[in-house]
């Protein structure tokens, strides 16, 4: 019998698909996260409950169990989110200064004024 609790690993590192069942969920895995009732501008009410998701954390490799909403599998731990934020946006502002000390100086500027007639 399949209580919506059963998971399993797609192609990837982060694939991670719970399997669809229109069975109520154990009660022992309720303790997670509330129910979240979200309510659209056209008045259509949809309740989304949360599901244990298996993932592994593209940071430290380690396997790792979360309740959460529906969506994307998350790629890092709790633990390891921030400093994971914080090295990506290090690298990329690295990169970005590198392109610009190597830009031409006079390759983004814009003309000023009106343009002159050629006599």
């Avoid at 059963?6 to 009660?27: C, I, L, R, Y």
């Avoid at 890092?76 to 914080?86: F, V």
């Avoid at 031409?104 to 009106?114: F, L, S």
Wanted: aromatic content about 8%; proline content about 10%; glycine content about 6%.
């Amino acid at each position: 019998m399949n209580n919506g609790t059963d998971f399993f690993q797609v192609e990837g590192p982060n694939s991670v698909m719970p399997t669809n069942s229109n069975e109520p969920p154990a009660p022992e895995l309720l303790l997670g996260l509330p129910p979240k009732v979200v309510t659209t501008k056209h008045g259509y009410t949809r309740t989304l409950h949360a599901r244990l998701v298996l993932f592994r954390c593209e940071w430290c490799s380690q396997e790792r169990q979360v309740w959460q909403y529906p969506g994307a599998a998350p790629r890092y731990c709790k633990e390891c989110r921030e400093e994971a934020q914080q090295s990506m946006n290090s690298a990329r502002q690295r990169e970005k200064r590198e392109r610009e000390r190597n830009a031409n100086p006079y390759a983004r500027r814009r003309p000023v004024g009106r343009p002159r007639k050629d006599r």
